[in-house]
Antibody, heavy 122, light 107 residues
Framework: EVQLVESGGGLVQPGGSLRLSCAAS????????MHWVRQAPGKGLVWVSR????????NYADSVKGRFTISRDNAKNTLYLQMNSLRAEDTAVYYC???????????????WGQGTLVTVSS | EIVMTQSPATLSVSPGERATLSCRAS??????LAWYQQKPGQAPRLLIY???TRATGIPARFSGSGSGTEFTLTISSLQSEDFAVYYC?????????FGQGTKLEIK
């Protein structure tokens, strides 16, 4: 069965950095666009970033543009999110999610990881 | 940015009854609309994509309808495991945006 397992979350001070990882298994990782979505405590889902299948194209939410970088290593079946200049408002559970695309059309997120908690606090 | 607005924020329904959840987009998203279910402490689960197609393994009591800017998720006969938070999401344009969620609670 498809598995997405996030890691790398933790407590970090404002202005600090953190790198999240998402290990994928049981599917052809290199064929899928991947996303990061976050959820602040008690709040709703917010899309953060996406990367296409070969890593040549990315998009970011305005709130993280210039501070976060999404990347992937298809040889290691792993998605990354490098987070710099962290702020208190970045505190959230971060999920990685797989986008299902049919005939190159945009798609929904059919598989999600269990999430990793990032807490930005002094 | 397309704003997704869900209503109501909270819906109280008795088991066995029908629940109807609404989602409105600030501009047309065609049929590029998904619904997700999230239970406490769990990741979201895809229920409906393409506005009306059930995802793999989703029971037939879940149905979606609509296109353009108005969408509906209907749960025909609520089971105990259906009480959760439901989110709609548009994937027609960037950034992808979610509604604020509807909490479905037991009446």
């Amino acid at each position: 069965e498809v598995q997405l397992v996030e890691s790398g979350g933790g407590l970090v001070q404002p202005g600090g950095s953190l790198r999240l990882s998402c290990a994928a298994s049981e599917f052809t990782f290199s064929s899928y666009w991947m996303h990061w979505v976050r959820q602040a405590p008690g709040k709703g889902l917010v899309w953060v970033s996406r990367i296409n299948s070969d890593g040549s194209s990315t998009n970011y939410a305005d709130s993280v543009k210039g501070r976060f970088t999404i990347s992937r290593d298809n040889a290691k079946n792993t998605l990354y999110l490098q987070m710099n200049s962290l702020r208190a408002e970045d505190t959230a559970v971060y999920y990685c999610a797989r986008e299902v695309r049919e005939a190159a059309r945009p798609g929904s997120f059919d598989y999600w990881g269990q999430g990793t908690l990032v807490t930005v606090s002094s | 940015e397309i704003v997704m607005t869900q209503s109501p924020a909270t819906l109280s329904v008795s088991p066995g009854e029908r629940a109807t959840l609404s989602c409105r987009a600030s501009q047309s998203v065609s049929s590029n609309l998904a619904w997700y279910q999230q239970k406490p402490g769990q990741a979201p689960r895809l229920l409906i994509y393409g506005a009306s197609t059930r995802a793999t393994g989703i029971p037939a009591r879940f149905s979606g309808s609509g296109s353009g800017t108005e969408f509906t998720l209907t749960i025909s006969s609520l089971q105990s495991e259906d009480f959760a938070v439901y989110y709609c999401q548009q994937y027609n344009s960037w950034p992808r945006t979610f509604g604020q969620g509807t909490k479905l609670e037991i009446k």
